[in-house]
C-alpha cells in the first residue's frame, strides 16, 4: 500500500508541522488560547496571511486530534475535557507510562541510557524564560521513554496524550501552580538508567499525582479573546500592520 502524501514518514501528517497548527498548539501549550475559545476562521486567516479553506484544513485537522471541537453552524473551539475526562486521561497516562519504563528496562542498552541523559542534561539547562521550549522538553521527556520501549503505536498514543495534558493543564491548572516537571525528570532518569524498574514507576507515579494535584478540577473555559493579538503577543506572527487587507 502506498502512503498518502499527506503522511510524513514517521507516521504523522504534513499539516503537524504546519505553521497555523504550531501556533495554534502553541497557544494552548502556553494557556493563552484557553478552553472554550472561539477559532475564528477570518480572524485565524488574518492573524497568519493565509486563506480560509487552509484555516478550515487546519481546524478539521486538530478537530480530528480531539484538540478542536467543530460545531456546525457555530464553528471551531478549542476543546474543553470535562473533570472525568481529565482524570481519565491521567490514568490512561499512568497505564501507558509504566508499561513504557517497563518495555524500555526489559531491552535496556547504552546508547539508549546516552540519548536519556542527553534529553535530561538538555532540560536541566534550558533557561526556564521560555515556557513554550521548557513544555515542549518536558514532553519529550516522556515521549522519549516511550521511543525507548521500541513500540512505535506507544510512542503515538504518548504524543496525543502528553498534548491532550497540555490542553488538560490550560483549562484546569491553580493560578500560580509551579511546574515541577523539571525537578521530576532527572529523578525519574537516574532510576531507569540504574535499571530499577520498579524504583522509576514509582517516581513516574508520584510525577504524575503531583501534575494532576495542580489541577483544580472544576475549572471553566473562557469563550472569547483577541485571536490575533495572542498570537502578535507570543511572536508566533508579526503586528498587524496598518491597512493590511484580509485574504479569503
Known sequence: ???????????????DQDPVVQGILKA???????PGMKLGEIELASAFGTNRTHV?????????????????????????????EARAVFDTRKILERAAISAALDHFTPDMARDLSRLVALEKSHSHNDRWDGLDLSASFHVEIARLSGNPVLVKFMEELTLRTSLIIAQYEMPGSEDRCPEAHPGIAERIL????????????????D??????LDGRGESDADIAAIFQDLGIVPKARPGARRRD
Do not use: W, Y
Request: with cysteine.
Open 1 to 15: 500500500m502506498r502512503k498518502s502524501k499527506a503522511m510524513s514518514a514517521g507516521g504523522r501528517t504534513t499539516l
Open 28 to 34: 494552548i501549550s502556553l494557556k493563552r488560547l484557553r
Open 56 to 84: 478550515r484544513q487546519v481546524l478539521s485537522h486538530l478537530g480530528s486530534r480531539d484538540l478542536v471541537t467543530l460545531i456546525p453552524n457555530r464553528g471551531a473551539f478549542v476543546s474543553q475535557c470535562s473533570p472525568e
Open 194 to 209: 540504574a535499571r530499577d524498574k520498579a524504583g522509576a514507576i514509582a517516581a513516574m507515579d508520584r510525577h504524575l499525582a
Open 211 to 216: 501534575m494532576q494535584a495542580r489541577l483544580k
